[in-house]
């Protein structure tokens, strides 16, 4: 499987500014996905971020409030902005291999105050 | 509205024993189910993948697909403290995406 890493593993940020995170692999993948773990609750997909095309983006998840680059086959960033308490999370950044099977980031842990 | 639904748990088992963990999707022509582990404070862990019917082993670790009665699950063996976790259920969808679904998570708890 293929070595993901994430940049920060955590921040605490104020309401109303903006976090950039990294995700940076080891291999070369077409698909590369970002996902929100709010407290408690499970992975909710954000988008789907393929190199060279706009992310595709989920219900109730819209570009404005979360720009992603894709610039390359190892790497895309994730935007996170004008901050609210709601948007304290855990984000993870995974991609593809064989048979849909995906992989995991260790996650940017979030605290928006 | 493509769905994934586990029981949260808790799920206490003794140490020793035999854990199972359940899962239904509500799309009858999904193709790849998955099974990840995730401790406290940690990413997601994949742990298992199953694709046809019927059961798959690794170790401790067995995987059951029904895709008649659209459910898959998760059986582990011989349960240490260790296996003490939040197991997520995850489905692939039919369709070139690659997206998965997550189910909301069990949690189990292995008491020694």
């Known amino acids: 499987s293929a070595v993901i890493s994430q940049k920060p593993s955590r921040d605490i940020c104020q309401r109303g500014t903006s976090l950039t995170i990294q995700c940076q692999v080891d291999s070369q993948v077409t698909m590369m996905f970002w996902y929100r773990q709010q407290p408690g609750q499970s992975l909710t997909l954000i988008a789907t971020?393929?190199?060279?095309?706009?992310?595709?983006?989920e219900s109730g998840f819209v570009i404005d409030k979360f720009p992603i680059s894709r610039p390359n086959l190892t790497f895309s960033t994730l935007t996170v902005s004008n901050m609210s308490p709601e948007d304290s999370s855990i984000y993870l950044c995974?991609?593809?291999?064989?048979?849909?099977?995906?992989?995991f980031g260790p996650g940017t842990r979030l605290t928006v105050t | 509205q493509k769905e994934v639904e586990q029981n949260s748990g808790p799920l206490s088992v003794p140490e020793g024993a035999i854990a199972s963990l359940n899962c239904t999707y509500s799309?009858?022509?999904?193709?790849?189910f998955f099974w990840y582990r995730q401790y406290s404070g940690k990413s997601p862990e994949l742990i298992m993948s199953?694709?046809?019917?019927g059961d798959k082993e690794d170790g401790r670790f067995t995987a059951q697909l029904n895709k008649a009665s659209q459910y898959v699950s998760l059986l582990i063996r011989d349960s240490q403290p260790s296996d003490s976790a939040t197991y997520l259920c995850?489905?692939?969808?039919?369709?070139?995406?690659?997206?998965?679904?997550f189910g909301q998570g069990t949690t189990l708890q292995v008491k020694p």
């Open positions: 799309d009858r022509v999904s193709q790849s």
């Open positions: 199953i694709y046809s019917n």
């Open positions: 995850a489905v692939h969808f039919s369709g070139n995406t690659g997206k998965l679904i």
């Open positions: 971020a393929n190199q060279g095309s706009e992310a595709t983006y």
């Open positions: 995974s991609v593809n291999s064989q048979n849909s099977e995906q992989y």
